[in-house]
């Protein structure tokens, strides 16, 4: 059965959740658009190319936003990620940029720590996870003033009451559009749309990272399950959307 089947169901309030959206992406590219005739917007969208990812691509393009899209390749991603990334680059009326991991940076933590350096302890794998995703994620950011992402609150415990505007980093504004929707509000968008998605989410893969960090779960695992499933509970991120609320290091998924 295809994720769309299992999980298209929307919410009542789904009108009046996506007209939020919607408001919000527009008064992102206005607040945010080029300083100048030559200048680059300052907001930019941070796509894992998850099933709430490409929802908020498929908004900016129907909506002819001027809001750049990047995608961190960690040099970790599954075959079927790179190849949504690539039909995405060719699809995409806004630009998609790649930022990737400093090679050399990756195959001195592999000769240091091994290749299987993650499964050792939370730090090593959060070594990895500054390598591959935040330092990349600094050069993406790098001259923005604001990023739109795909939080939502139904996700996990500690993005339970993530604001539609985030104002905590004083570097830059965080917006989260799909704060408020359910997961079943993004498969029925999705399916409403014909939006391409990643075909791992068809075998219970809610949640996408790199292919050695990432499972599928079972019915009845917390969404975020799959994710770094050898830690305890309370470490399912990354760095890239960790915040003082979370309780974890500071840094930035």
Same mark, same amino acid.
């Given at each position: ?74 040099? $970790? !991603? /599954?075959?079927? &990620? ?8 060719? #699809? =995409?009326?806004?630009?998609? +940029? *790649? ?40 050069? $993406? !950011? /790098?001259?923005? &003033? ?8 139904? #996700? =996990?415990?500690?993005?339970? +009451? *993530? ?91």
């Amino acid at each position: 059965m295809r994720a769309i089947d299992r999980h298209a169901r929307t919410s009542s309030d789904f009108d009046a959740k996506l007209a939020q959206t919607e408001t919000l992406l527009r008064r992102a590219a206005s607040d945010y658009a080029p300083t100048g005739s030559a200048g680059d917007p300052k907001v930019t969208q941070a796509s894992s190319l998850g099933a709430e990812d490409v929802v908020i691509t498929y908004l900016i393009n129907s909506m002819a936003l001027d809001i750049p899209i990047f995608v961190l390749d960690t040099g $970790a !991603l /599954h075959a079927q &990620t790179l190849q949504l990334l690539e039909h995405t680059q060719q #699809q =995409s009326r806004a630009p998609v +940029e *790649v930022f990737k991991p400093r090679a050399d940076s990756v195959q001195q933590f592999l000769a240091r720590e091994g290749p299987d350096a993650i499964f050792k302890s939370v730090a090593q794998r959060m070594a990895c996870c500054q390598i591959r995703k935040t330092e990349p994620l600094a050069r $993406a !950011l /790098h001259g923005k &003033t604001a990023w739109i992402t795909g939080l939502r609150r139904e #996700q =996990s415990g500690t993005r339970a +009451e *993530v604001p539609l505007i985030d104002t905590t980093d004083p570097a830059r504004v965080k917006i989260n559009p799909l704060a408020y929707w359910t997961w079943g509000d993004v498969w029925h968008f999705i399916a409403t749309h014909r939006v391409p998605y990643n075909p791992l989410h068809d075998e219970f893969y809610p949640s996408i990272g790199c292919a050695p960090c990432t499972r599928a779960i079972s019915l009845g695992e917390d969404f975020r399950a799959g994710r770094w499933w050898w830690e305890d509970d309370t470490a399912k991120e990354c760095g890239l959307h960790v915040s003082a609320s979370m309780n974890l290091a500071t840094s930035h998924e």
